[in-house]
């Protein structure tokens, strides 16, 4: 089961076959975090990349004082600290559950021996190259799309966020305060 669910999840970015599922299946684990648990520590280095089977996580760095929102994440995504992973160094990038979480987890050392497998360094191409892409087209939208285009996007595309997410979180990962996201909620209202 967990193996059709991560095939179906990841058939978009590249269609392998069951049995290559089933392999990276066999080097996980599955492991539960309640509601504002800590995965990662910031300035620590990754041990683990996360397959986020129920729950919502966020990924955070330290500014100034306070963290800021770089990515949220729900069920059926892959995440991590890639940063950490691919350097084996520290990274300032926390990981927190947003709500009570269930994830896969895979060592960096099981994701070594999977790399090493011709399906499994296609696998892991194949998601660099995804997550690549949205970094730089979210990057993008954040230079050029005012907050007010951001919010309206993220309605659009992930409504499932902001039904989940708590508004704080929102506005740090659209770069504006919890006040500004209220008053642009409010015209978003207003509009409809």
């Known amino acids: 089961m967990i193996a059709k669910i991560l095939k179906d999840s990841f058939d978009k970015y590249y269609d392998a076959p069951i049995e290559a599922w ?3 299946a066999s080097l996980c684990e599955e492991v539960g ?3 504002n648990e800590v995965i990662k520590q910031s300035d620590s280095t990754a041990k683990y990349g996360y397959f986020l089977l129920e729950g919502s996580v966020g990924l955070f760095v330290w500014k100034e004082k306070n963290f800021v929102c770089t990515d949220l994440y729900l069920e059926f995504n892959f995440f991590g600290d890639d940063i950490s992973l691919f ?3 520290p990274s300032p990038i926390e990981i927190i559950s947003l709500e009570k979480t269930k994830v896969l987890r ?3 050392a099981n994701m ?3 790399k090493k497998t011709p399906i499994g360094s296609m696998l ?3 998601g660099e190259q995804s997550s690549n892409t949205e970094k730089q087209s979210q990057q993008i939208e954040s230079m050029t799309l005012s907050a007010e285009e951001r919010y309206y996007k993220l309605m659009k595309n992930r409504p499932e966020l902001l039904q ?3 508004q704080k979180n929102i506005a740090s990962y659209l770069g504006i305060t919890p006040q500004s996201l209220s008053r642009i909620r409010k015209k978003s209202q207003g509009d409809s």
């Open 164 to 166: 989940r997410i708590s």
């Open 106 to 108: 895979i060592s960096k």
């Open 33 to 35: 975090y309640s509601k």
């Open 124 to 126: 892991f191409l194949a």
């Open 87 to 89: 350097t084996g160094k």
């Open 112 to 114: 070594e021996i999977l």
């Open 22 to 24: 089933e392999r990276l």
